[in-house]
């Protein structure tokens, strides 16, 4: 009798663990992040040039990321929603949103990314299909610098964690 009860306890305990939803990874990226324009090699920035990225992971795992820069024009943003599946996903910017507005038309930028492991995504950034922009995001082990490359291009910007 006693062993069965043991049997019947093991039983449901182990259901309940596999019908149990495991708790999301969150991706090392997730946080936010500031340009360190001296660890970084791009062409001539302004001085009081800011560039600042945030990425959110949503309960329905999907990844929103969020630049916004801010130079002697103004403030501009670029965001996206996206899974890491290697589909193609809108892109949006203050110009394209202000477009899509007065014009009523769809925006034509998309963002694409693909995991390559647990630091490393690989990206791809197209305009009305076709290929603009295209790079990895690496995130060092110890989860305080990002590192974007873009390819084809002698650019690679880093940021710090905040």
Known sequence: MRSSRVFIATLIVACICVATPRAQTVPPIVGTWKL???????P??????????????????????????????????????????????????????????????????TYAETAVDEFTTAWTDKVNGKVVASGRKIVSKDRQTLTITVHGRSQVTVYDRQ
């Open 36 to 42: 360190n324009r001296e660890k970084s090699q791009m």
């Open 44 to 109: 001539a920035v302004p001085a009081g040039w800011l560039d600042i990225r945030h990425y959110a992971l949503r309960p329905d795992g999907y990844l929103v990321g969020l630049l916004m820069t801010s130079n002697d024009r103004g403030v501009h943003y670029l965001q996206f929603t996206a899974k890491s599946d290697g589909k193609d996903y809108p892109e949006y910017s203050d110009d394209l949103l202000a477009d899509m507005i007065a014009a009523a038309r769809p925006t034509t930028r």
